[in-house]
């Protein structure tokens, strides 16, 4: 008599490689995510340095992606670190099986997110990854051109009287109209 085999998912794929710790850390933080009654919308893994925050990280990825296959057609997964070094490095220890199923967006700015993803069509899991030089910054200037004359874009579409020449005003810190004016066509 044939048993039969368990399905395989992510999630059984890389829990046998986490320790304890680590795999209770992933359950605690799905509960929180999707189950509690009183749940958050985001966790901060923090923890010294040689723990396995990234593998614990993985594990989250797997269990996320697991629940919400059949109901969401692509997952994006936006991993904050220090730097672009550590990101290239991390980036590929956090993806999940097949490479043809996903896809790895370096550092972008986070006001030019809806346009980056949307030609990412085919893909389930996309890795995005954000780094404090690559748009986290507050400090300086006003973000890039493309950046604002999207958040003009959407100002039109969604107050279709106001006036281009007032949401240009408003959009160009340190950029000149026409420049604006063009990446806004």
Not at 19 to 43: I, M, P, W, Y
Not at 76 to 85: H, L
Request: proline share 5%.
């Amino acid at each position: 008599m044939n048993e039969a085999r368990p399905i395989e998912t992510h999630w059984t794929r890389v829990a046998p490689r986490l320790k304890d710790f680590q795999r209770r850390t992933v359950n605690h933080c799905f509960e929180r995510l999707f189950r509690d009654a009183d749940g958050s919308q985001r966790v901060l893994i923090a923890d010294e340095v040689g723990l396995g925050k990234t593998l614990v990280a993985k594990g989250l990825i797997a269990r996320t992606v697991d629940h919400l296959s059949g109901s969401v057609g692509r997952v994006d997964i936006i991993y904050v670190c220090s730097n672009a070094g550590i990101a290239r490095q991390n980036i590929q220890r956090l993806r999940l099986g097949d490479n043809a199923d996903s896809c790895f967006m370096p550092a972008t700015r986070p006001g030019l997110l809806p346009l980056e993803l949307s030609g990412l069509a085919g893909k389930r899991i996309t890795y995005i990854s954000m780094t404090p030089g690559t748009g986290l910054e507050t400090r300086e200037g006003g973000g890039v051109v493309r950046e604002r004359a999207l958040l003009a874009w959407l100002l039109m579409k969604q107050w279709p009287d106001l006036p281009e020449t007032r949401v240009v005003d408003v959009s160009r810190p340190s950029a000149g109209a026409p420049r604006l004016r063009r990446d806004l066509a």
